[in-house]
């Protein structure tokens, strides 16, 4: 392969990408011993090894030199196979929610239909309608039925149940269709008692900050709480945890954390962390409701998610924020001790 | 398979890190993106593990270029007091040097073709021939070649640079 020894009976020396490829061992035995043979007659060639030994080991230098040093130990392998489990959990999840809502949806047209004559005549039965796990998406509808309907909203079980067995009775094989006035369930905070709470806290703990937080929040345990964000979990070290609020994005992204812990003096931090837009959008009205009462950290980076699409890998800026009822001076020194990874 | 994914992890993941970090040059985000590809690796179980991993960090790696274009702008929101993850320990004169260094080698290196710097930054982490081959789409013959040229450009821009920093140290 090589053919550098001779052309013609003429000796030519060693180019120097083979002398590059010689040390970098990438070249076969046979190759090596007739590239040291020739080494040990050519002196011109074995300056040029030495050049070119010169120049990797230099680059070599200069490319370990500029490395990132390491202050944080490299992360376990079980973490990486933690958080593998826990994307897949959420994909899983999230396939079974647009399968119960799908569900819900096909169950619902096909009742309306049923129910203007599409079914059997005489066999208009009273009926009850089960919408199982509402989400963010479902609780916040307007449901609308045909037919006078009692709504009773279970938030043990979390289940809807519409109700016409009071519906006007049938005349004929066409049931009338009855208006009534559209019914909205409004989103509200549904807080599961946590499996094991995090931190039994007999003192009565104000929570009038809470209120800024809108939306569907689950309150977690600490060991759920760590599978769903991956181990990324912000808080204030050396503090009590009194909560940990998890609120759910889709899509592969971690979901907004809030941690909430106490201070000695029993006031309460809360440390925000989550997707960019979502994390701002919330201080905002935060801010909007507790106006000069409680502040809020400058929002810092921190770890980023990345969500797989057809495109590529994009990247999803999270940050996080101190709030609590502190000078800001202070709450930027807590933000900066917040420890986010494990 | 998973024990052979998990020795490649710990004996490659530190690799891929420095691979990422030439990249980005942000060692949190090279951290992320080499944890981003071992949990990707789980899922799909490639047939040729370590050449895969690389591809994918450089795959990630470009993307991250891209989106950096893109935030730019909501940065400038986000800079009064980023939280320092993992910055290294240095005095300050020691930072200030490393910091110069890097933005050198940094330069240098973006005087080199992206498929010169692509096989030696696969090089420099610890990739053989053939597996920089398969993974640049060259010969395995042109390895050689390439990475003498890349090699030599880079000292050559790096010297070039350095140079004309330390005049214009001696002038200012």
């Known amino acids: 392969m090589t053919g550098w020894i001779t052309i013609d009976g003429a000796p030519r020396h060693i180019p120097e990408d083979e002398l590059h490829a010689y040390l970098d061992q990438a070249l076969s035995r046979s190759q090596c011993v007739e590239i040291e043979c020739h080494l040990a007659e050519c002196r011109q060639c074995r300056h040029l090894r030495d050049d070119v030994a010169a120049v990797r080991d230099r680059i070599t230098a200069l490319l370990a030199d500029t490395a990132p040093r390491r202050v944080t130990p490299i992360p376990s392998y079980e973490r990486i196979v933690a958080k593998h489990q826990a994307r897949r959990r959420a994909l899983i999840g999230r396939v079974r929610r647009v399968g119960l809502i799908a569900a819900g949806l096909v169950g619902a047209v096909g009742l309306g239909w049923w129910m203007q004559g599409g079914g059997p005549a005489g066999s208009a039965a009273p009926a009850t309608v089960a919408v199982a796990e509402p989400s963010a998406e479902t609780v916040g509808r307007t449901l609308v039925a045909a037919g006078p309907v009692a709504l009773v909203a279970d938030d043990s079980t979390g289940s809807v149940v519409v109700d016409n067995s009071s519906a006007v009775e049938p005349t004929g094989d066409r049931i009338p269709l009855v208006r009534e006035e559209a019914r909205t369930l409004r989103t509200a905070p549904i807080r599961p008692q946590a499996a094991t709470p995090v931190v039994q806290v007999s003192a009565v703990v104000p929570d009038e900050e809470s209120v800024g937080f809108e939306g569907l929040w689950q309150s977690v345990d600490w060991q759920q709480a760590r599978a769903e964000t991956g181990g990324n979990m912000p808080r204030i070290s050396g503090l009590p945890i009194l909560d940990i609020q998890l609120q759910q994005i889709g899509g592969e992204e971690r979901p907004i954390v809030v941690v909430v812990q106490q201070h000695p003096s029993g006031r309460l931090i809360r440390t925000v962390e989550g997707p960019i837009e979502r994390v701002e959008q919330l201080l905002e009205r935060y801010a909007a409701r507790t106006p000069g009462q409680v502040r809020a950290s400058t929002p810092a980076l921190t770890p980023p998610d990345y969500v797989s699409s057809g495109a590529g890998t994009p990247r999803r800026l999270r940050i996080l924020s101190v709030i609590a009822n502190f000078p800001a001076d202070s709450l930027n020194a807590m933000a900066r001790a917040i420890d986010v990874r494990e | ?172």
């Not at chain 2, 060692?27 to 179980?45: G, K, N, P, T």
Request: negative net charge; proline residues 3%; aromatic residues 6%.
């Open chain 2, 1 to 172: 398979m998973t024990d052979d994914l998990e020795r490649l992890y710990k004996s490659t993941y530190t690799a891929v890190v420095r691979f990422l970090y030439r990249k980005v040059w942000d060692a949190d985000r090279a951290e992320d993106l080499a944890q981003e590809v071992f949990i990707r690796a789980m899922s799909h179980q490639p047939e040729k593990p370590r050449a895969w991993v690389f591809a994918v960090a450089a795959n990630l790696a470009r993307d991250e270029a891209r989106a950096a274009v893109r935030r730019k702008k909501h940065l400038m929101l986000l800079t009064n007091d980023p939280l320092p993850m993992s910055t290294p320990e240095r005095t300050a004169d020691e930072a200030v040097e490393y910091d110069e260094r890097k933005a050198l080698v940094n330069e240098a290196l973006a005087t080199l073709s992206e498929r010169d710097r692509e096989v030696l930054l696969l090089w420099d982490a610890g990739l053989s021939y053939p597996e920089i081959a398969e993974q640049t789409g060259l010969a395995v013959g042109a390895i050689g070649t390439t990475l003498a040229r890349a090699r030599k450009r880079l000292l050559d821009a790096y010297d070039g640079m350095d140079h004309d920093r330390r005049r214009a140290a001696a002038h200012s």
